[in-house]
C-alpha cells in the first residue's frame, strides 16, 4: 500500500505517536536507528535528518561523515508492544549524500539497483524467506545463555514447546505490523522455531526481514528468553538458516511458470536456475556471512552444501516446491538468517539475471539424496560443494566480477575488510576445543 508523507503525519498523530525510530541498517545487516519526536517527523519525511555515517560500520570515513535519511513512508508502522499514549512508530530510510545523491555503501540502495537492472528487463523479483531462530534463557544478569528446557521437535507443541508463548505473542505482533503470517511452528531442534509470513516484493520483503529479526528479539527479551539468529549456536544439533522462495513477475504473470515446459517450468526458470548456482559459490560469503554459518553448512543436519537441484528433495542447494502456476517458484536453501537481507537479495537475483541474459542451462536435476553419496559419485554427477570457510568464500567473491557489481565497490571492499579481520580473529583465537583436545595430551 502506497502512502503519502502527509498520510503518514496524519496517521502518526492520530494514533498518539509521541516517538519515530528512522531505521537503516550497516553493511551487515545490523539495525540501526536514530530517534526523533513527531513534531520532526515531517522535516525527516523531507530527507533534512542528518546523522554520522562516519560512527556506523562499512560506512565512511571521518571527514566525510555528514549523510542525510530518507524516510520511505510505505515502511511506516507502530509498534504494538509499547503504550498507545507516548506511542512509538518507525521509518525504514534510505541513505544519502549531502548533495543529494544515493550513498553507494547503502544496503538498500544496492537492492534497489539490483531491482532496477531487473525491471529494465521486464521482471519484478517476489520472495518468502523462511526464517529460523533459537530461543534460550538468560543468566541471572540477563546476559544470553545456550540453555533451553525445551525438548520439542518439529512440530511438536505444548507441554514440550515451552517456546510456544513467546511465538504467539511474537505473530500477534508481526500482524498487527502489517504481516500476513502464514505459519509459525517448532523446527527441529530444541529451542529452535520457525514463523514464515506470505511473499511480496523483494524490496518491501528485506525491510520486513530487517524488521522481524528485531520483534523477535524484542519479544523474547520482554518473555525473559533470549532470540538468536546465529547459524549454528549449538554443536550437534540443527543450525538455523533461511530459506528464500523466489520467483520473477513479468507483465502480472509469474515468468517461471509455463504449463508446456518441463515440470512445468519455464525457460526463463530454468535460465535463472542455472545462473543461481553458476554463482552460488561467489555469493555464499554474502549469504553466510560469518566464521560461524560454515559450522551449519556441513553434511548431516540439512544444511544444504553441495551445488545441485532437485524438484522433489531437499538435500540440493536449489528446490523446487510442488506448487505451481502463480506459486511457482525456487527454494534456495544455503542461507542463513546472520545475512543482511538487503545484499542477500541483491546477490541471488544478480546472479539469476545473469543466468537470464547468458541464458544458462543448469545440469540436470538430481533427485537422490546427495548427502548418502560418496566423493566419488558426486565427482561423478558434476556436484560441487559451497565454500568450506569463510576465508574460501571471501577468496571465490574476489573471483566473479558479476556479485561483485551488485555489491558495488564501497560495500564489496569495505565488507571485505571487515570480514577478513573476523576471520584472522576466529583463527588466532585459542578455543575450548583445542584446550580440551590438546592440554593435557602435550
Known amino acids: 500500500m502506497f502512502m503519502a508523507k502527509d498520510e503518514v503525519v496524519k496517521e502518526a498523530y492520530e494514533a498518539g505517536v509521541k516517538f519515530i525510530r528512522l531505521q537503516f541498517t550497516d553493511i551487515f545487516g545490523i539495525l540501526k536507528n536514530i530517534s526523533i519526536t513527531i513534531e520532526q517527523l515531517e522535516k525527516a ?7 554520522d555515517g562516519s560512527s556506523i560500520e562499512g560506512f565512511v570515513r571521518i571527514e566525510e561523515s555528514d549523510m ?77 545463555t545456550t540453555i533451553t528446557h525445551d525438548k520439542a521437535g518439529y512440530f511438536d507443541m505444548t507441554p514440550i ?79 538455523s538458516g533461511m530459506h528464500v522462495n523466489q520467483s520473477l513477475y513479468k507483465s502480472g504473470k509469474n515468468a517461471f511458470y509455463d504449463s508446456q515446459g518441463t515440470m512445468e517450468l519455464s525457460e526463463v526458470a530454468y535460465h535463472y536456475i542455472a545462473g543461481i548456482m553458476a ?25 544444504p552444501c553441495y551445488i545441485a537441484w532437485s524438484g522433489r528433495n531437499r538435500s540440493p542447494l536449489i528446490r523446487i516446491p510442488a506448487k505451481r502456476g502463480s506459486s511457482t517458484r525456487i527454494e534456495l536453501r544455503s542461507p542463513d538468517p546472520a545475512c543482511n537481507p538487503y545484499l542477500a537479495l541483491a546477490v541471488q537475483l544478480k546472479a539469476g539475471l545473469d543466468g537470464i541474459k547468458k541464458k544458462m542451462t543448469p545440469p540436470a536435476a538430481v533427485d537422490l539424496n ?8 558426486r565427482k561423478d554427477l558434476g556436484i560441487d560443494s559451497l565454500p568450506g570457510d569463510l576465508k574460501e568464500a571471501l577468496y571465490l567473491l574476489s573471483q566473479d566480477e558479476i556479485i561483485k557489481e551488485a555489491l558495488g565497490d564501497h560495500i564489496y571492499h569495505r565488507f571485505v575488510e571487515a570480514k577478513i579481520k573476523e576471520y584472522d580473529s576466529f583463527r588466532t583465537t585459542v578455543h575450548q576445543w583445542e584446550i580440551d583436545h590438546y592440554l593435557e595430551t602435550y
Open 68 to 144: 542525510y535519511l530518507r524516510p520511505d513512508p510505505n515502511t511506516f508502522t507502530i509498534f504494538p508492544w509499547r503504550p498507545a499514549d507516548g506511542g512509538v512508530a518507525r521509518l525504514m530510510c534510505d541513505v544519502y549524500n549531502p548533495d543529494g545523491t544515493p550513498f553507494i555503501g547503502c544496503p538498500r540502495g544496492a537492492l534497489k539497483n539490483v531491482l532496477a537492472e531487473a525491471a529494465d528487463l521486464g521482471y519484478s523479483l517476489y520472495v518468502g524467506p523462511e526464517l529460523e531462530f533459537f530461543l534460550f534463557h538468560v543468566d541471572g544478569e540477563g546476559k544470553a
Open 370 to 377: 546427495i548427502f548418502a553419496m560418496n566423493d566419488q559419485e
Open 279 to 303: 554463482h552460488a559459490k561467489s555469493f555464499t560469503a554474502i549469504t553466510n556471512p560469518t566464521v560461524n554459518s560454515y559450522k551449519r553448512l556441513v553434511p548431516g543436519y540439512e544444511a
Open 161 to 239: 514447546d515451552l517456546g510456544e508463548n513467546a511465538r504467539r505473542d511474537m505473530v500477534l505482533n508481526l500482524e498487527q505490523m502489517g504481516f500476513e503470517i502464514e505459519a509459525s511452528h517448532h523446527e527441529v531442534a530444541p529451542g529452535q522455531h520457525e514463523i514464515d509470513f506470505k511473499y511480496s516484493d523483494a524490496l518491501e520483503m528485506a525491510d520486513k526481514m530487517v524488521t522481524f529479526r528485531f520483534v523477535v528479539r524484542t519479544i523474547a527479551q520482554r518473555h525473559g528468553l533470549h532470540a538468536t539468529f546465529m547459524p549454528k549456536p549449538i554443536f550437534g544439533i540443527n543450525g
Open 45 to 51: 519525511l523531507d530527507g533534512e535528518m542528518m546523522f
